[in-house]
Every structure is written in structure tokens, then in C-alpha cells.
């Protein structure tokens, strides 16, 4: 079902009914962007720890914007033994309530917009259409500016439509304006004596001028008028003035609180539908979900967290577990058994740092309980909360392995993906790593080498780059520049720069120019033609510094050759290396 701004309301009970129905949820979000920064295989690293990877998402990603939605719930029909299913697809855009709510900055990456547009994403419904959203703080904001306009409305007299800063004391009006107010009273004035008329529209005008209609209508016109502001389609405000007794006034500033609060309901939009998910405490899950699950809590619920521990050293651990959300426990030693100060840390006598340990356990658990509904101060150390970590032997500084399982067998195999076709695997046992070695000798459709192997490949390639940055350029000059006859005949030979080539996803380059685009004819020289330069940039088109030195070397040549001195030589092109 798809579901716009439109229909958005209409069919948000049909949301609710469907959380509440379901066994669980699967989820899926579609992004502006990825990454702001690095590629996507540069900002992730199959050796990332967790909070690497969450930091380098949070960093480069959180900029760009969830703009489609995707829920499908699933429950199961016992009766036909089949899983029933109901999709949602919810298109949302972060359209401002009104001029004192958040206006959202987002950014776009254009390989994200061009893919999305490829497979017929239509944006339109997104800008035009999208679902508003506020997160808590957003809309907690809203609702208390709302409850304290009207609180200080209602306490400035018996008009709730008075500004926050209305007054029962004539208002100032500046000379620049008095004409205007003189005539929005004369309007006023006219509407009170007139029989037949009993609303009257002002003409749009600035919010300078609302508020001095405001102040001066609450102290001139304490009973029997009705003010409220409201827009016209091209977003333009105006003032409607109405001649009401104190019971219909009653009346319509409860219609106008009312449809306020729809419209900061209105303003929630989307956000709903996250705490209807959230607070059904229902399993969700997805695919690759950590940048789905990162962008619905940025956006609908709450700004990202900092990581919270960073530094697992007992000592800054200890510390860490002092500050706010942890709450230090209260302990005291037993009778007759000292005390130890954390003040005085005594790190690496063997019962302090059992003590310490013991309160980050203590502060870790009771931080968990407060997510519990409601919050538990006490977390027992048989809480099912700790079940999980039950038996787990975390493993310091080993990247793939994160814990040994005491209770039930390890993970034989663990693959992490380099991009979408190279993935480093581990295996738990070593014995395996020659056999799976051997058997890849004999595939045609993948390769593998050792760890080592891999590392010691990347150096190699490291050290050849580096080379050709500080080297090649040198020699290429050298070797061109002895093919000009300066006072003496060009030694008549051709030359080739070592070279490489390097696979790619756009496959390899061919550095070797064919005969057909090799320059062999005889040439003045100290000079090369423009199309000769085209020929020899042919190869490196992207690499614009490969073109600034080739100019250069022109530049040089006509400058080092006699005057209407000419040799005959065939000159090859020099092969281009893929990197620099």
C-alpha cells in the first residue's frame, strides 16, 4: 500500500492494526546518499570494530535523507499454516509545521539519485507529497510553545487570541505604521456598527504588523470580537476579525485549540508509525539494517548517540561509568574487611581491580534496566537482561572473533566483504585454510590467496605507486629529451617506460597504444602537433596531470631546438601507468 501526505491519515489506523496484528516486522529505507565523503568501500572495513563502523557512518551519512520508508508486517495463519503479509510503502519529507519548527538541510549524492531514478523512484511524491515527521525533541519543543502562547494568551484577559506580549496598556505604534493601524481600526469600527456584516477580512500583511493588530485590539476591543490569523494558498497571512458574543467566542477558540493540535499531530506525522513499531517491543529485522536503523532513530526519534564506551581499559572504564546515563552504585565493605578507594587507584593489585570490575558490571546492568518500561533501578546478575552475555569470553584485539562461546560451538566461518566481489573469510580451524587453498586452484570463477598474501600484495602496490609519484616523471623527461637533437642528428631509436595495469570494475586499461594510434611519422624537431598531443593524452584522458607534463615537455623542446633544425626519427608513445 502506498501512502502518501493525502492519505496518510486516512489510513494510519490500518497501520496501527497491522503492528498490533503482526508476529514481526521487516524494514527497508531508501537514501539521498550514502556517503558524503570516502566511497562506500573506503568508508567500510571488513575489519572495523562496531564502533568504528558506527562512527563512520554516523560522521558521513547522517546528512542525507530517508525519503521512502518501507514496513512489511507478517503473522502467521495457523489455521492455513501461512505467514499473512501487509506492506506499506511510506514516502516522507521533513515539510516545516510552521515558521518556529526545524527547517531540515539534507544532501544529495548523485550516484544515489541517478540509481533510484533508474529504477522509476518518483520524486515528485517525496517533495510534493512526503509524509512530515518531527523527532521527540522537535515535537516536545512545539507542544511547549504552543502550551505557553496560550497559557500567557488566556492570562493577558479575556481574548485567547492576544499575542504573548500583548498588553492592557496602549501599545506604541511607531509614525511609520500609524496610518496602517488607523485604518485597520476605521475597518473595525465599521464591522461593529454594520447590521449585516459580521467578518472581516484584513489584507495580508507583515508579522510587524499583525503583532502591533494584536496589542492594539486586545487593549481597544477587550469583548465582542473574535480575531484569528490564517493563510491563503500562495502562503500569504492575513487577520479575520469577527463580531461574536462571549459564548460563540468560547465556542471557536476551542475549535481553533483543537485543530492546533491536529495540526501538531499532523506536524508528528510519520513518527507515529516509529513508536507504534517501537512500542509494540516486537523482533524487526532487515537487510545489511545497520544504516536503516541508523536513520530512523536520527530522524524520527532522537539525534544519534555518542558511543558511550570507548575505552575498555579498566581504569578510564571505571571513570567512564561515574558520568552520565551510569549511576555509580553505593557499596561498603563487609565487617571486617578493608575498604578500597577509587580515588587512590591502586590498578593492578589483583582484589582492586576484581572491586572495580565489579562496579562497571554493577553501573552496565543498571543502565540497561532503565530501558525497561518502567525503569528498574536494580538489575540482579540472573536478570534475564544479562542472559545473553552469559558464557560469552570476549576476545581483546582479535577482529573477526568477537567472543568465545563457552556454552555452544563457534563460528566455523566468518566472512566480511572488501566490495562486491573480494570478502576476507576466517576459519576457526587452521588445518582447513591449505585445503580451501588447493580446491581454488582448480576454479575458474574466484581466487584465493592467503591473508598474508593479500597484505604482502598490498605493499608491493603501495611501493610501485610510490615509485612512479617520485620517479617516473623524471625519467620520462630525461629519456624524451635525448630523442631532440640539440647541435647533433636524434639518435634514431624508440623507448618504452615500464608500466602496469591494474583490474578494475570497469575491467582493465590498455596502456599500449595500437599501431593505428601510435605516432610514426617523421616530425620537425622540438615540435609536436596539437593532434600528436591528443594522440599521446589518448590513453590517460582522466589523468590530468599526466596532460599538464606532456605540455610541458613541448614547451621545453621548442625551446632547447635550433631554429629550422630537422631530424627523421620514429617515435613511439610512452605507455601510461594506471596510477600515479
Not at 495463519?77 to 499473512?84: Q, R
Not at 504552543?146 to 498588553?167: H, I, M, T, V
Not at 575505552?311 to 565493605?333: G, H, I, W, Y
Not at 629519456?479 to 631509436?493: A, D, M, V
Request: aromatic fraction near 10%; glycine fraction near 4%.
Amino acid at each position: 500500500m502506498e501512502i502518501i501526505r493525502s492519505n496518510f491519515k486516512s489510513n494510519l489506523q490500518k497501520v496501527y492494526q497491522a503492528i498490533e496484528e503482526a508476529d514481526f516486522f521487516a524494514i527497508d529505507g531508501e537514501f539521498s546518499g550514502i556517503s558524503d565523503g570516502p566511497s562506500v568501500t573506503a568508508l567500510t572495513n571488513g575489519f572495523d570494530t562496531p564502533e568504528e563502523r558506527y562512527q563512520k557512518l554516523k560522521k558521513h551519512s547522517m546528512d542525507f535523507l530517508l525519503f521512502q520508508f518501507g514496513l512489511c508486517t507478517f503473522k502467521y495463519d495457523y489455521t492455513d499454516s501461512k505467514y499473512v503479509t501487509k506492506s506499506f510503502n511510506f514516502y516522507v519529507f521533513p515539510k516545516p509545521f510552521n515558521r518556529s519548527s526545524p527547517d531540515v538541510k539534507f544532501v544529495c549524492q548523485s550516484s544515489s539519485i541517478d540509481f533510484l531514478a533508474s529504477q522509476g523512484f518518483d520524486f515528485n511524491k517525496v517533495f510534493c507529497n512526503g509524509i512530515p515527521y518531527l523527532n521527540q525533541e522537535e515535537e516536545r519543543q512545539l507542544r511547549e510553545q504552543f502550551d505557553e502562547k496560550r497559557s500567557q494568551a488566556n492570562g493577558a484577559g479575556a481574548l485567547a487570541y492576544a499575542s504573548p506580549n500583548a498588553s492592557k496598556c496602549p501599545v506604541t505604534i511607531p509614525e511609520d505604521q500609524k496610518k496602517f493601524m488607523d485604518q485597520v481600526v476605521e475597518k473595525i469600527e465599521d464591522l461593529l456598527q454594520s447590521e449585516e456584516n459580521k467578518n472581516l477580512d484584513l489584507e495580508p500583511c507583515t508579522g510587524f504588523q499583525r503583532k502591533l493588530i494584536y496589542q492594539t485590539l486586545s487593549w481597544k476591543y477587550p469583548k465582542g470580537i473574535h480575531v484569528e490569523t490564517l493563510e491563503t494558498e500562495k502562503k500569504e497571512r492575513y487577520i479575520v476579525i469577527s463580531k461574536v458574543d462571549e459564548e460563540e467566542r468560547k465556542r471557536r477558540e476551542q475549535q481553533k485549540h483543537a485543530k492546533e493540535q491536529e495540526e501538531l499531530n499532523d506536524a508528528v506525522g510519520f513518527s507515529r508509525v516509529i513508536h507504534a513499531i517501537a512500542n509494540s517491543g516486537k523482533l524487526v529485522i532487515g537487510h545489511n539494517m545497520l544504516l536503516d536503523v541508523m536513520h530512523t532513530v536520527h530522524q524520527f526519534y532522537s539525534p544519534l548517540p555518542a558511543d558511550i564506551i570507548n575505552n575498555t581499559s579498566l581504569a578510564e572504564l571505571e571513570k567512564r561509568v561515574k558520568e552520565t546515563p551510569f549511576n555509580p552504585p553505593k557499596v561498603e565493605s563487609a565487617e571486617g574487611f578493608p575498604s578500597y578507594d577509587t580515588a587512590s587507584e591502586q590498578l593492578h593489585e589483583a582484589g582492586y581491580d576484581a572491586y572495580i570490575t565489579g562496579l562497571c558490571f554493577i553501573s552496565m546492568a543498571n543502565y540497561l534496566g532503565s530501558f525497561l518500561s518502567p525503569p528498574k533501578i536494580h538489575v540482579s546478575a540472573r536478570s534475564k537482561l544479562i542472559e545473553p552475555f552469559f558464557n560469552k569470553l570476549f576476545l581483546m584485539r582479535v577482529m573477526d572473533i568477537p567472543y568465545l562461546n563457552l556454552e555452544g560451538p563457534d563460528c566455523s566461518i566468518q566472512i566480511s566483504w572488501i566490495d562486491d566481489t573480494s570478502a576476507f573469510v576466517s576459519l576457526s580451524q587452521p588445518e582447513q585454510v591449505p585445503i580451501a587453498v588447493n580446491t581454488s586452484k582448480y576454479a575458474e570463477s574466484y581466487r584465493i590467496q592467503t591473508y598474508a598474501e593479500y597484505v604482502g600484495k598490498k605493499q608491493d602496490e603501495k611501493q610501485i605507486k610510490r615509485k612512479w609519484t617520485e620517479d617516473s616523471w623524471k625519467e620520462v623527461e630525461r629519456k624524451r629529451l635525448n630523442t631532440q637533437g640539440l647541435s647533433h642528428p636524434l639518435q634514431n631509436h624508440c623507448y618504452h617506460t615500464n608500466s602496469f595495469s591494474a583490474t578494475s570494475r570497469v575491467g582493465k586499461r590498455n596502456l599500449s597504444p595500437s599501431p593505428g594510434e601510435a605516432v610514426l611519422e617523421d616530425r620537425v624537431s622540438g615540435e609536436i602537433s596539437d593532434s600528436e598531443l591528443e594522440q599521446t593524452d589518448s590513453c590517460a584522458e582522466s589523468l590530468s596531470e599526466g596532460r599538464k607534463k606532456v605540455k610541458k615537455l613541448k614547451r621545453m623542446k621548442k625551446d632547447l631546438s635550433p631554429a629550422g633544425h630537422t631530424e627523421d626519427c620514429p617515435a613511439k608513445l610512452f605507455e601510461v601507468p594506471d596510477t600515479w
